[in-house]
C-alpha cells in the first residue's frame, strides 16, 4: 500500500509560481508511475501531468504545457509540480496519485491517491 503526502499548496497571485511536493511512503516508489491531477469546484477531477518511474517520459495536459513541470526524486521518495505563470484557471485541489506500468493521462489508471492539497490564484 503506497501512501502519499502532499504538501505546498497556498495562495498566490496571478503570474506566480508555486511548487508541489508529493511524499511517498515506500522505496519502491521507484517503480510506480506518478501523476498530478486537480479538481476545481463544480468540475470533474481531471489529468494535469505525469511522469514515468525512470522520468524519461512526461505528459502533460494542454492546459498546462510549457507553464507547469513534473519531475520526481528517487532518492526522496518525491515527486514535484513546479507551477509557473499561474492563472485563476488553475485555482483546484491538486492531488497526486500512484500507479504500476506504463505512463496514462486518465483517473481510473491510478490505484493510490494522496489526500490533496489547496492551491488558490487571485487575479
Known amino acids: 500500500q503506497v501512501q502519499l503526502v502532499e504538501s505546498g499548496g497556498g495562495l498566490v497571485q496571478a503570474g506566480g509560481s508555486l511548487r508541489l511536493s508529493c511524499a511517498a511512503s515506500?522505496?519502491?516508489?521507484?517503480?510506480?508511475?506518478m501523476g498530478w491531477f486537480r479538481q476545481a469546484p463544480g468540475k470533474e477531477r481531471e489529468f494535469v501531468a505525469t511522469?514515468?518511474?525512470?522520468?524519461?517520459?512526461?505528459y502533460y495536459a494542454d492546459s498546462v504545457k510549457g507553464r507547469f513541470t513534473i519531475s520526481r526524486d528517487g532518492a526522496k521518495n518525491t515527486v514535484y509540480l513546479q507551477m509557473n505563470s499561474l492563472n485563476p484557471e488553475d485555482t483546484a485541489v491538486y492531488y497526486c496519485?500512484?500507479?504500476?506500468?506504463?505512463?496514462?493521462?486518465?483517473?481510473?489508471?491510478?490505484?493510490?491517491w494522496g489526500q490533496g492539497t489547496q492551491v488558490t490564484v487571485s487575479s
Open positions: 511522469i514515468s518511474w525512470s522520468g524519461g517520459t512526461t
Open positions: 515506500e522505496r519502491t516508489f521507484r517503480y510506480y508511475v
Open positions: 496519485a500512484a500507479k504500476q506500468g506504463s505512463v496514462r493521462n486518465y483517473n481510473e489508471a491510478y490505484d493510490y
